[in-house]
T-cell receptor, first 112, second 115 residues
Framework: AQKITQTQPGMFVQEKEAVTLDCTYD???????LFWYKQPSSGEMIFLIY??????QNATEGRYSLNFQKARKSANLVISASQLGDSAMYFC?????????FGKGTMLLVSP | DVKVTQSSRYLVKRTGEKVFLECVQD?????MFWYRQDPGLGLRLIYF???????EKGDIPEGYSVSREKKERFSLILESASTNQTSMYLC??????????????FGPGTRLLVL
């Protein structure tokens, strides 16, 4: 069975600072994908970034980067230069075959 | 851009009613998914479908059924709604192909209240 753990229920960060959201995963499969999604108060899940289990380089998408440490089974999301609009719930998810398993999420609040 | 739409943003139903939640995607995706989201529990997979007329149970299928008669449309059915089915329901779709191609794209969600 797959499991995703997000240990931080909430995080505070000041505008323009960087923040790291933690994610650890557990699977016995060798082939898997790791995703981060953002969910603002409107409710829609917005795809942010993807890392494949065989990818050697850490994924980056604009201000988002994924710190992938395979031996530790961690896939932390780093947001650089936080903006007020980054305030939202953030979910880490893992895909094995075609289905996703989600963590319980981390609420990020960005203050001016 | 991928577009996934859901028939209602908010829905109020009475216990025992039959409820249909519809999801449509316009990107010719093979895979479609239904999740429910509850505070403190994250997203849990109810059912998914990888082709027309095909369906697979997810983690919490009890009390739900699905229908996929056309590739672009995936319906979630609550045969007899109960108060414990009050939740946020999210539909998603993805290509079938592995890697980043199988990124799931979500609709805006339906908040269902069962009284």
């Amino acid at each position: 069975a797959q499991k995703i753990t997000q240990t931080q229920p909430g995080m505070f960060v000041q505008e323009k600072e960087a923040v790291t959201l933690d994610c650890t995963y557990d699977t016995s499969d060798q082939s898997y994908g790791l995703f981060w999604y953002k969910q603002p108060s409107s409710g829609e899940m917005i795809f942010l970034i993807y890392q494949g289990s065989y990818d050697e380089q850490n994924a980056t998408e604009g201000r988002y980067s994924l710190n992938f440490q395979k031996a530790r089974k961690s896939a932390n999301l780093v947001i650089s230069a936080s903006q007020l609009g980054d305030s939202a719930m953030y979910f880490c998810a893992m895909r094995v075959k075609s289905t996703l398993t989600f963590g319980k999420g981390t609420m990020l609040l960005v203050s001016p | 851009d991928v577009k996934v739409t859901q028939s209602s943003r908010y829905l109020v139903k009475r216990t025992g009613e039959k409820v249909f939640l519809e999801c449509v995607q316009d990107m010719d995706h093979e895979n479609m998914f239904w999740y429910r989201q509850d505070p403190g529990l994250g997203l849990r997979l109810i059912y998914f479908s990888y082709d027309v007329k095909m369906k697979e149970k997810g983690d919490i299928p009890e009390g739900y059924s699905v229908s996929r008669e056309k590739k672009e449309r995936f319906s979630l059915i609550l045969e007899s709604a109960s108060t414990n089915q009050t939740s946020m329901y999210l539909c998603a779709s993805s290509l079938l192909g592995g890697g980043t191609q199988e990124t799931q794209y979500f609709g805006p969600g339906t908040r269902l209240l069962v009284l």
